[in-house]
C-alpha cells in the first residue's frame, strides 16, 4: 500500500472538533479514509497521581500512550488494521467499544498533541487547527462534560482553568501559525464547518485521484 496522505486536525476544546470530523469524514466512502484518536490512548486514570481535589489531569502530553499512539500510526502506513478499545472518558454508563481502524488512501490523525508530538507532527501532510473565544469554547464544554460524560460543574470548572487552559496555551497555540488552514469557530452555524469541509474534500480528491 502507498503511503496515505496524512491530515492532521487539532484544536481548543469546545472548538467544533467533532462536528468538523464527521462533516469531513462524510466527504468520502469508509474505504477512502479513516480515523485515528489521541483520545483512545489515554493511560489509566488510575496510574496518573491524584491533586488535592482527587482529579486527575488529562491535559498533558504524558496522559497519552505516545508510544503506542505513534507505533498504531506507523501499523496504518503499513497496510496493518488496528484493533483498540475505545476510551469513555472513565463514563460508567458508557461501555466500551472495540474500534477497528483500517488503512487507507487518507489518514486523518486527530488530537489535541498531535503537532506537540514531533514525530506524528513529521507524518503530517496536511494540518487544521480549529479554534474558538473562550467564552464560547468554556459553553460548549460545560454542555458536553455535563450533559454527556456526567462530570460535576465545580469539577468541569477547575480542569478548565487549571488544566484545559494551560495546556492550550503550552501545547497548541504555539503551533497555529504553522498549519495550513485555522478555523476560527466561534457560531454554531454548521454550513460555516462544511464549507471549510468542502473545499478541502475538493481539493484533496484532485491531489490524490
Known sequence: MDKP?????????????TFFLK?????????????????????????????????YNFDLPTSIDRNTFY????DLFEGKTIYKEEYTFNNPLLKPKMLEIKPAHILVVE??????YEEINELLDYRVFLDADESIALERRLRRDLIERGYDHDDVMYKWVNHVVPSYN????????????VIQNNIDDPL?????TNDIASTLRKRIY
Open 192 to 196: 460555516v464547518i462544511q464549507h471549510f
Open 5 to 17: 496522505y496524512v491530515i492532521g486536525i487539532a484544536g481548543s476544546s469546545g472548538s467544533g472538533k
Open 23 to 55: 462533516s469531513f469524514l462524510d466527504h468520502f466512502a469508509p474505504e477512502e479514509i479513516t480515523l485515528i484518536s489521541q483520545d483512545d490512548y489515554y493511560i489509566p486514570a488510575n496510574t496518573k497521581t491524584q491533586e488535592e481535589n482527587r482529579l
Open 170 to 181: 503550552s501545547y497548541l497555540l504555539p503551533y497555529r501559525e504553522k498549519c495550513d488552514l
Open 71 to 74: 507505533s498504531h500510526i506507523k
Open 111 to 116: 488530537g489535541l498533541f498531535i503537532f506537540h
